[in-house]
């Protein structure tokens, strides 16, 4: 005859045997699956960095496209007209919106060719040209879209013109790096004409010392009341050159 409880027993048996803790012979349960970690992922936080050209820095690639876009030009005879400088403005007494919006998008193809010519005061005279014909129509939708171009390529243009005229006195300095005493507590520079070996934060004819890495020196340089930041590497000889125009 079959024990009335022997069912129950056996149940609660099983569910001990179940619920008993972990034991050292017991093999460890598969761990989660880690999500796979990409290549930046792997760098470090100092390391991660967006490249940010200087200003008047030279690239083939737009030097490229500005050269394609003033050929152009050339084939439709706006460059040759863009290059004598003539401005011709519209006829006095005109008031009418469409006619000056004409006007302004011949000249903004004429400042487009000074801008990709490296011509910056052509590009700024133009520009202020622009502005003054089309202040009287800014509250018309079209003519203030065309006005935020031609201001644009102006701000481009005067900054273009104060960063190559600071780097042209700057070249004009003669600096030149004849070697580095690098040190990770504090490094020297050995530059041309200098009695002794400068640190950081040292003066160096117009400029200031403010960076020493292993094979060049940056410079603080002022001009017009700005900062300018400029790069001298171990050896390198720059002659001075004009400014663009």
């Not at 803790?21 to 970690?37: C, F, L």
């Not at 863009?82 to 005109?94: E, F, K, L, T």
């Not at 000249?107 to 009287?136: C, N, P, Q």
Request: hydrophobic share 40%.
């Amino acid at each position: 005859m079959r024990h009335p409880r022997l069912p129950a027993l056996f149940a609660c048996a099983l569910a001990c045997a179940c619920a008993r803790p972990a034991q050292a012979g017991d093999a460890p349960a598969p761990a989660p699956a880690k999500a796979e970690q990409t290549a930046l992922g792997q760098l470090a936080d100092e390391e991660r960095w967006t490249f940010d050209p200087h200003l008047g820095r030279i690239d083939t690639f737009y030097d490229l496209e500005a050269e394609l876009v003033l050929r152009k030009l050339d084939e439709a005879g706006t460059a040759a007209e863009a290059r004598g400088g003539q401005v011709v403005r519209p006829a006095a007494g005109d008031d009418q919106a469409e006619q000056a919006m004409e006007w302004s998008r011949r000249e903004l193809t004429r400042v487009e060719a000074f801008v990709f010519a490296r011509k910056w005061d052509d590009a700024i005279k133009v520009s202020d040209e622009i502005l003054k014909i089309l202040a009287r129509y800014s509250e018309n939708p079209a003519v203030a879209t065309i006005i935020t171009k031609v201001k644009g390529y102006r701000s481009q243009a005067e900054e273009a013109k104060i960063y190559e005229e600071a780097q042209a006195r700057f070249d004009a300095l003669g600096l030149k790096v004849e070697g580095i005493l690098w040190s990770s507590t504090g490094s020297l520079a050995v530059i041309g004409g200098e009695p002794r070996a400068r640190a950081v934060n040292e003066r160096v004819k117009d400029c200031v010392i403010i960076n020493i890495d292993t094979n060049r020196v940056d410079f603080l340089f002022h001009y017009n009341r700005r900062r300018f930041e400029f790069q001298r590497y171990v050896g390198e000889d720059v002659a001075a050159k004009p400014a663009s125009r």
